[in-house]
Structure formats: C-alpha cells, structure tokens
C-alpha cells in the first residue's frame, strides 16, 4: 500500500566506544535504516548494546510517496547515509548546540536529495 502526504522517518545513528576501557570513541555508523555497507565494517547484524555508548536520532517529515522499505533504500542509493556519516564527524552530544545543527544539516541533505529525486522523475 502507498500512502500520500506526509510520512515519518527516523534516522538513527550510534557510536559505539569502550565503555569504562579509556579508550577513546568509536566512529559513528547506521544503525536505522540498515545500511548493508555499515554491517560489512562492522562485521556482525546486531546491536552490541552493552557496548553502545551513543545514539543521534534524527526525525525526518518526507512527502515522498514511498513505503518504508522503499524509503530506505533511497536513503542508501542517493548517498544521504554517507553524507550524514561525514555531517557527525567527530561530533560529541556533550556540545548541544553543535549536535542541533548536525541535525539540521542532516535534514536538509535529505530534503535536498528528495527534491532531486523528484525532478529526475519530472524529467524522465
């Protein structure tokens, strides 16, 4: 079934770290929508929660006329999950404000990438 309007989406991305080892950060990776590319490097399908030390949710409002499985693999072929990957960085969530703008970018690269979605399908 495909639903009109506007659809909810939610992005979410951890980091994973040695809780309590002193060892500094992991990198940040997908963990929802699933990426393939993201369980290659990390070579397992499950969330290790003992050892995740950060989530980044970001919601995402979407008029694209897709299911949610669909949706995902837009997110994945138009490259908005490595553009928000390099977005977070080295971000730490202890800098509120600096974590509300990554964010924002990470939105407006989705937005930007449904607009282009949408006029490449004006056009063909």
Do not use: H
């Amino acid at each position: 079934m495909v639903r009109f309007g506007v659809s909810e989406y939610t992005l979410v991305f951890r980091r994973d770290g040695g809780r309590g080892t002193g060892r500094p950060q992991g990198r940040w990776s997908v963990a929802r929508p699933f990426a393939p590319s993201a369980l290659v490097r990390r070579g397992a399908a499950k969330l290790d929660a003992a050892r995740t030390e950060e989530l980044f949710v970001v919601p995402i409002c979407s008029t694209l006329a897709l299911d949610p499985a669909s949706y995902e693999r837009f997110l994945s072929a138009s490259g908005v999950l490595d553009d928000a990957l390099q977005i977070l960085g080295n971000l730490s969530l202890a800098e509120a404000e600096r974590a509300e703008t990554a964010r924002k970018e990470i939105q407006s690269v989705v937005m930007a990438a449904e607009v282009q979605y949408i006029v490449e399908g004006m056009t063909a």
